[in-house]
């Protein structure tokens, strides 16, 4: 029997373990003080209306309802039908690709944006939200359509441990661009990620997805990525190549600490221009207490 490391590998019964915790935290609610009145407002985009059905139309009913299709059809005039959208879609994207495979404390990455993702969905559920998801990597990127209970929370979770390959190789912009596609405006959507390969384009896409959603980055890195040790001599390695680090060139290591200050900078000034919310989380770090501090 092959005994899998948790610290490691994400583990199914550890994100399902995670219920009780996430059913303690308060999902992500922005407010800001309006511009006029000097109210606080709620800054979400508003549930929607969902078509419920199509009925013969009423004296009273606004035209602008007409369902002109069935009309056209029926020969007799009928008005849609729609219903209040009671519950907000919490929409978790979470990033799997290689890098993401790493860590020389705690958890890997990995594992780390499961058990927010985890925590998250136990939240939603808890809150009576709708959970859906999606999860991307170098050979998938799965889109799970938001729905309401426990098994919406397990679907999720199955697939963040059980990831399929499904022949979807989508660059990071292409990966966002799915996304803006599949969170329907007005949800809160959280991305989790450690951001390698943002650019201009990437900028752009969660620009967009924040004008029509609630938008939180949750940054997950490791220490070692922020900063390396400034004495001894160091390998690392993947199956493609090996890097040996020097910490006696000084320079170098400068070089690569402003390169992580850079990424983390570029995405605290996305998030300040677009009132997006910026989430901090290392591999050693209680992810119960990164979400509540959010």
């Given amino acids: 029997m092959t005994m899998t490391n948790p610290r490691v590998t994400v583990c199914l019964q550890n994100l399902i373990d995670l219920a009780s915790a996430g059913a303690s935290l308060r999902l992500f609610r922005h407010q800001r ?28 009913d606004d035209i602008r309802t007409i369902d002109w299709r069935v009309t056209a059809r029926t020969g007799k005039p009928h008005t849609k039908v729609f219903r209040e959208e009671r519950e907000r879609p919490v929409f978790i994207s979470v990033d799997q ?31 009576g939200d709708r959970i859906g998801g999606q999860i991307f990597n170098e050979t998938m990127c799965l889109e799970l359509k938001p729905h309401s209970g426990k098994h919406a929370v397990l679907r999720l979770l199955n697939a963040l441990a059980t990831p ?15 996304l803006n596609q599949h969170a329907r405006p007005g949800s809160l959507v959280y991305l989790i990620s450690d951001f390698r390969g943002i650019n ?95």
């Fill in 200 to 294: 201009a384009q990437v900028e752009a896409y969660l620009a967009k997805l924040g004008r029509h959603c609630e938008l939180v980055l949750i940054f997950v890195y490791d220490a070692l990525e922020a900063q390396l040790p400034d004495k001894g001599q160091y390998r690392f390695a993947n199956d493609e190549r090996e890097v040996f680090v020097d910490a006696a060139n000084h320079q170098g290591l400068s070089t690569y600490r402003q390169r992580f200050q850079a990424r983390q900078e570029q995405l605290q000034a996305l998030a300040r221009l677009h009132n997006m919310r910026f989430v901090l989380c290392d591999t050693h770090a209680d992810p119960i207490r990164c979400l509540a501090a959010a």
């Fill in 33 to 60: 003080l309006a511009s006029q009145t000097g109210n606080y407002v709620s800054r979400v985009k508003g549930r929607g209306m969902e078509f419920d059905e199509t009925r013969l139309y009423q004296a009273g």
């Fill in 164 to 178: 399929k390959p499904n022949g979807l190789a989508l660059s990071y912009e292409q990966v966002l661009a799915r």
């Fill in 97 to 127: 690709r290689a890098a993401m495979h790493f860590a020389t404390r705690g958890v890997f990455k990995s594992v780390q944006a499961a058990k927010l993702a985890g925590l998250l969905a136990w939240a939603a559920e808890h809150h």
